[in-house]
């Protein structure tokens, strides 16, 4: 396939996919969707605003009214009882985003090795195509003593074969 056939992808199968290429060639398996895709599905993000749901622990009073003390003495002490669930509710929020904090950051760190590791794995791989260039400017001379053990071996047998034909000779 020519240069511009692999630019223009002409002569590519249309169910093939363009990133399945070999990485000899420059291509890659990073999948944007995958990449960007959330952590979790309910995840809060820009596609998933999550909910505007609101907690309400009494129903709006929108018109004026009088309380009994029975009616009064209920909603003070379900007021305190609220209160001391909101100071539960805001431990218990500092503590989720404390887990969040604690999750970005090791999720950070996790790249932050696959990074390295990436980059590791190119110095490798660098490192292995010098070391196969250098054998292949070898191939030469190692041809070289091939062909003198060739040359070798057949002035060897040559020689082999006239003390024979000598030695033939005499008997």
Do not use: C
């Not at 630019?7 to 890659?28: E, F, R």
Request: aromatic share 6%; net charge positive.
């Amino acid at each position: 396939m020519g240069i511009l056939a692999r630019i223009t992808s002409a002569g590519k199968s249309s169910g093939a996919k363009t990133n399945q290429s070999s990485l000899s060639a420059g291509g890659h398996g990073i999948d944007k969707e995958q990449v960007l895709a959330p952590t979790d599905p309910t995840v809060i993000n820009p596609m998933n605003a999550g909910t505007w749901e609101t907690v309400r622990s009494a129903a709006i009073n929108d018109t004026p009214r009088y309380y009994t003390k029975v009616e009064s003495d209920a909603l003070k002490a379900y007021a305190a009882q609220k209160k001391q669930e909101a100071r539960q509710a805001k431990r218990a929020y500092k503590s989720l985003q404390t887990l969040e904090q604690s999750d970005a950051q090791v999720h950070r760190e996790h790249r932050k090795y696959i990074k390295e590791v990436a980059n590791s794995e190119l110095t490798k791989k660098r490192a292995d195509a010098s070391t196969a260039r250098h054998l292949h400017t070898l191939r030469p001379a190692y041809a070289k003593l091939g062909f003198g053990l060739d040359r070798a071996e057949n002035k060897a047998q040559q020689r082999i074969e006239e003390l024979k034909a000598k030695v033939k000779e005499k008997y």
